[in-house]
């Protein structure tokens, strides 16, 4: 079952066409990799997904949903976590729970449930009443992406989600991803680091606003003859003629 | 004489230790690396030897002046570009160029061969406002602005933090050349995989420098064997190896695990590809390889952050 | 000196390039002098009147036509008791009643007012005093009529008087002390500020090209203020001009080293524009005497409206615009303002940090 169906799904700024055409579709469960240079139109066809944006031409469903018209719904559907907003740091971490829960919403009885829940699988039932902005990193990031998904959402979109952090925190994450994964949760993440490109089922490289390759990980080292997904993308960037 | 000296700097904000005894040189000429995650201490640093924060303890010179006392001259000497630095967004691109230019009484002109091969890449666009430039053109213009006085020792906080790995390349390329034309250079990032392109480096956690050396020094201090393990599963392989019990260390790398055994143990391969058949991964393949800055950084020090 | 001239240009590129905030600076003034001119006008315009008239005579015909003729009032309606009175104060149709007493009986004349507006109830009696004594030739009514006004400078009691020279005050601490620490603020935000400390510009230098551009923008403020009043609400400038333009600078140099001093206590743009907005506006608007009248205030604030740059700018104006005073005569607002800016430079040359 797709969870994201897209058709030459299209969108310009003017003249400017910051996403062209792209086609593709993304399966229950799957970790996609959406990669591309600054500029090659990423956030302008993530934020269509999430239903920020309606779209100029082109057809997409998301979590079975049409972009053009139940962009509220989708929103229902879907988790969305970046690096540069995550948690509110003045609030503490039960309080997050509660906030995002509410604005996601899940009825008031089942979220004091989920928020036990939550911090027992987190091992964070000590921090309850800890500031978010005092608790390490690491932990900052896990809460993070449990309350992205604190509503069980079909689809996180997971926008550079690690960047700046430590090499082991960072792999700590990409477990948190793959235990999503395997309960049927969908990822769709952006990322600067090539090696995380090889956690992906598969991956897209967008150069130009279009998607120029899309395939696993492995299919791609094999069609560019690359040693690792870094040489993948570098062969594919630098046909990027577009300056923006 | 070493352009920058550091010794047993230490610093505090309230009860949050930034930086703690950190000590190094670097000579004329070379280009350093001080590679660390957020919260290292990396920005700290950069700022107490650009005479914008002043050091609980310990001292330091850069250019041969003391960043207590001669802070004016420093100020004359150096080039830097903070992590966060965007430019002026509503001055075109030439307007932020010349008013720099300005700032350190200096002309574009006159160190125009040092800024050429990045200025004539971004040309095209001098009259367009900074803050609609790319993130790649953003980083470029501010290099050039830093350049623009020729400084001695140039100081980059986090210049490729966000930017794709092209642009990455294309930037660690300048400043190679920036180098050759005898710029000492200092710059921060948190990709590890960056460490390779400077010719010392050091490695930082939570305001402690963990080790100072040349990459290929650090990578060969591992100090013992490193084995890249693959198979059709990568995610029940990675748990299954977390059980074994020989098993020290295991973590993605991309395509493969990276596996260490424990030290003193028999450090049996074949031991852990029968257990693996065992558990049913016919298809695993286990070599050993050198390892990287990444894996020499995850197993040194507390792991526990 | 190269430097700083290319500092104040930039600075003059950041602000001609915000249109809205440009707009902004420069259409405040108008925006205010038309406000307080014409919309929040204090002054009396035909509030309706009743009158009941126990005398008969002509001279309390010729009050009536007085009290009608003038712009201040008009006559709702003739009333015959004190009830009808009250009834039309209830309903609102009426702001004041004028009962004049019958020729032989031992009684003065009497003004009901609508007090529920104590301001405007007070000034409703002085005016209907003042067009009583002043119409009035013979001496039948006018001894009943008690006490002699007479309004100095400002004999049609004209509020432009008293606002032109609190909206200058005003719009000079505005656009020098909340744009100076905005701007200066805005630098540490973006990180310029950093690369700016780390070069050989002198931090003097950074402080003062960012002030010069504001001081010179309240300048043209000042200017449009001057001939808005002067043209548009007709209020004189009877001193000398160099004197008020003097008098300004002298102003608009202490609003600059309080926006220096917010800008070392603030981080981010809304945490300036909050500390200006609290620590600056509330104060210059209700403690200058601009709108409320220093003199009714309890005594504790009475002596904190002494450290009001403002009320001292407001007063010197006056005294300069509306009684055209020499400057001999503001040498107590001149002195006061020179200290206030003395003590503020040494306070913030001090806080202004060469580091982070």
């Not at chain 1, 689809?155 to 948190?176: A, N, Q």
């Not at chain 2, 596996?259 to 257990?275: C, E, F, K």
């Not at chain 3, 109830?121 to 013979?138: D, E, F, K, Q």
């Given at each position: ?11 310009r700024f003017?003249s400017?066409?910051?996403v062209d055409r792209?086609s ?8 996609f990799g ?6 090659a139109?990423?956030?302008t066809?993530?934020r269509?997904?999430c239903?920020?944006?309606?779209p100029?031409s082109?057809?997409?469903?998301v979590a ?6 139940e962009q509220?719904?989708i ?6 976590m ?6 509110y740091g003045?609030l503490?971490?039960?309080?997050n ?11 008031k009885k089942?979220?004091?449930g989920r ?17 978010v902005s ?13 309350v992205a ?5 079909e ?6 989600p690690?960047?700046g952090v430590d ?6 994450f990409?477990?948190?991803i793959y235990?999503?994964?395997?309960r049927?949760i ?5 990322t600067?680091y090539m090696?995380?490109?090889?956690y ?6 967008m150069?130009?606003?279009r998607i120029?390759a899309l ?11 690359a040693g690792n ?6 062969a594919?960037a630098r046909?990027?003629?577009?300056n923006e | 004489?070493n352009q920058v000296?550091?010794r ?6 309230g009860?949050t230790?930034?930086l703690q ?22 920005t ?5 030897l ?6 609980d303890?310990g001292s330091a010179?850069?250019?041969g ?8 001259e420093?100020r ?9 630095f965007s430019?002026y967004q509503?001055?075109?691109m ?6 720099f230019?300005t700032?350190?009484?200096?002309r574009?002109e ?5 800024i050429r ?8 666009f001098?009259?367009?406002?900074a803050g609609?430039?790319?993130g790649?053109?953003?980083q470029k ?14 100081f ?7 930017v ?6 294309e930037f660690?390329?300048?400043?190679r ?8 250079i200092?710059v921060s990032?948190?990709?590890m995989?960056?460490?390779?392109r400077c010719?010392?480096?050091?490695l930082?956690r939570?305001g402690?420098c963990l080790?100072?050396?040349?990459p290929?020094a650090?990578?060969?201090?591992f ?12 995610y029940?392989l990675?748990?299954?190896?977390r ?14 695990h990276?596996l260490t055994?424990?030290p003193?143990g028999a450090d049996d ?7 693996l058949?065992?558990k049913?991964y ?10 990287g ?9 507390d792991?526990n952050? | 000196m ?7 240009r ?7 390039r ?6 902004m ?7 205010l002098?038309?406000?307080f001119?014409?919309?929040i006008?204090t002054?009396i315009?035909?509030?309706p009147?009743?009158?009941w008239d126990?005398?008969?005579d002509?001279?309390s ?7 009608q ?6 006559l ?26 019958p020729a ?7 003004i009901?007012?609508d007090?529920t507006?104590?301001n405007?109830?007070?000034l ?16 039948s009514?006018?001894?009943?009529v008690?006490?002699?006004v ?6 049609q009691?004209?509020g432009a008087y008293n606002f032109?020279?609190g909206?200058?005050?005003?719009i ?13 603020v805005?630098?540490?935000?973006l990180?310029t500020?950093?690369?700016l ?12 090209a960012k002030?010069a551009?504001?001081?010179?923008i ?16 007709d ?6 001009l160099v004197?008020l333009?003097?008098?300004s ?8 080293c309080l926006g220096?001093l917010i800008s070392t206590?603030?981080?981010t743009?809304?945490?300036a ?6 620590v600056?506006?509330?104060?210059t608007?209700?403690?200058s005497g601009?709108?409320?009248?220093v003199?009714?205030?309890?005594w ?8 009001v740059?403002?009320k001292?700018?407001i ?7 509306i ?7 503001i040498?107590r ?8 800016a003395?003590v503020l430079t040494?306070?913030?040359v001090?806080?202004?940090k060469i580091?982070?």
């Amino acid at each position: 079952m797709s969870v994201i169906e897209t058709d030459k799904l299209s969108k310009r700024f003017g003249s400017f066409t910051a996403v062209d055409r792209i086609s593709f579709r993304v399966e229950k469960g799957e970790i996609f990799g959406f990669l591309g240079a600054n500029g090659a139109g990423k956030t302008t066809a993530m934020r269509m997904l999430c239903g920020l944006s309606v779209p100029t031409s082109g057809q997409a469903r998301v979590a079975g949903y049409d972009v053009y018209r139940e962009q509220e719904q989708i929103k229902k559907h879907i988790g969305y976590m970046s690096q540069r907003f995550s948690l509110y740091g003045d609030l503490t971490v039960g309080e997050n729970i509660r906030l995002f829960g509410g604005i996601y919403g899940l009825p008031k009885k089942q979220l004091a449930g989920r928020t036990d829940e939550l911090l027992r699988t987190l091992g964070m039932e000590n921090e309850r009443n800890t500031f978010v902005s005092d608790l390490p990193l690491g932990w900052k990031q896990k809460l993070a992406f449990s309350v992205a998904i604190i509503h069980e959402p079909e689809i996180v979109f997971l926008d550079e989600p690690t960047g700046g952090v430590d090499p082991v925190t960072r792999r700590r994450f990409w477990e948190l991803i793959y235990r999503a994964s395997e309960r049927g949760i969908t990822a769709f993440v952006t990322t600067h680091y090539m090696d995380e490109a090889e956690y992906c089922n598969r991956v897209s490289i967008m150069v130009d606003g279009r998607i120029e390759a899309l395939d696993k990980p492995a299919a791609l080292k094999d069609t560019f003859q690359a040693g690792n997904m870094n040489e993948v993308f570098r062969a594919l960037a630098r046909k990027a003629v577009r300056n923006e | 004489m070493n352009q920058v000296i550091i010794r047993n700097i230490s610093r505090k904000y309230g009860d949050t230790t930034a930086l703690q005894a950190v000590g190094f040189s670097v000579p004329p000429g070379e280009l350093f690396g001080l590679i660390g995650p957020d919260g290292a201490g990396k920005t700290t640093l950069f700022r107490i030897l650009t005479t914008l924060l002043l050091p609980d303890s310990g001292s330091a010179t850069v250019c041969g002046f003391d960043i207590i006392r001669d802070w004016k001259e420093i100020r004359t000497r150096v080039g830097y570009m903070p992590g966060r630095f965007s430019l002026y967004q509503d001055l075109s691109m030439e307007e932020n160029l010349l008013f720099f230019a300005t700032v350190f009484n200096t002309r574009v002109e006159e160190n125009y061969d040092l800024i050429r091969d990045i200025y004539v890449q971004i040309e095209p666009f001098r009259k367009r406002r900074a803050g609609k430039l790319s993130g790649g053109m953003k980083q470029k213009l501010a290099l050039c602005c830093a350049l623009i006085h020729r400084p001695e020792v140039l100081f980059l906080d986090e210049p490729t933090t966000g930017v794709d790995p092209v642009s990455r390349v294309e930037f660690w390329d300048m400043l190679r050349r920036l180098k050759q034309q005898g710029i000492t250079i200092l710059v921060s990032t948190p990709y590890m995989d960056e460490a390779s392109r400077c010719d010392r480096i050091a490695l930082m956690r939570s305001g402690h420098c963990l080790s100072i050396d040349t990459p290929g020094a650090i990578c060969r201090s591992f100090g013992k064997p490193l084995y890249a393990v693959r198979s059709g599963r990568m995610y029940a392989l990675l748990k299954e190896l977390r059980t074994y019990k020989e098993t020290f260390s295991c973590y993605a790398f991309g395509d493969s695990h990276h596996l260490t055994l424990n030290p003193g143990g028999a450090d049996d391969v074949g031991a852990l590809q029968t257990w693996l058949r065992d558990k049913g991964y016919t298809d695993v393949s286990i070599e050993p390889i050198a390892p990287g800055i990444e894996d020499c950084f995850m197993e040194s020090g507390d792991r526990n952050v | 000196m190269k430097q700083f001239v290319s500092f104040i240009r930039k600075e003059f590129y950041h602000i001609f390039r915000d249109m809205r905030t440009t707009l902004m600076l420069l259409l405040m003034p108008v925006i205010l002098i038309i406000l307080f001119g014409f919309a929040i006008s204090t002054e009396i315009r035909r509030s309706p009147i009743a009158v009941w008239d126990q005398r008969h005579d002509d001279s309390s015909g010729k009050l009536i036509n007085q009290l009608q003729a003038s712009e201040y009032f008009e006559l709702y309606q003739m009333i015959n008791s004190r009830e009808e009175a009250g009834e039309l104060f209830r309903r609102g149709k009426i702001r004041l009643a004028l009962i004049i007493p019958p020729a032989q009986a031992d009684a003065r004349v009497q003004i009901l007012a609508d007090a529920t507006d104590p301001n405007e109830a007070n000034l409703l009696i002085r005016y209907a005093g003042a067009v009583m004594t002043s119409s009035l030739p013979g001496p039948s009514l006018r001894e009943e009529v008690s006490g002699e006004v007479l309004l100095l400078y400002n004999p049609q009691m004209k509020g432009a008087y008293n606002f032109v020279p609190g909206v200058m005050g005003l719009i000079l601490m505005l656009i020098c002390a909340m744009m100076t620490s905005v701007g200066i603020v805005k630098e540490k935000e973006l990180g310029t500020m950093e690369v700016l400390l780390v070069s050989p510009l002198r931090p003097v230098y950074i402080i003062l090209a960012k002030a010069a551009p504001y001081l010179l923008i309240s300048m043209v403020n000042i200017a449009t203020i001057l001939l808005l009043s002067r043209f548009l609400l007709d209020v004189p400038i009877r001193g000398s001009l160099v004197v008020l333009v003097s008098l300004s600078v002298l102003y608009a140099l202490v609003a600059l080293c309080l926006g220096l001093l917010i800008s070392t206590l603030a981080d981010t743009q809304q945490a300036a524009m909050l500390i200006s907005g609290v620590v600056l506006m509330l104060p210059t608007v209700l403690l200058s005497g601009m709108v409320f009248p220093v003199e009714n205030m309890p005594w504790i604030l009475r002596r904190l409206s002494d450290i009001v740059p403002a009320k001292w700018y407001i007063i010197g104006v006056k005294d300069v615009m509306i009684k055209g005073l020499e400057a001999g005569a503001i040498l107590r607002e001149t002195g006061i303002l020179a200290l206030m800016a003395i003590v503020l430079t040494g306070l913030s040359v001090k806080r202004f940090k060469i580091r982070l």
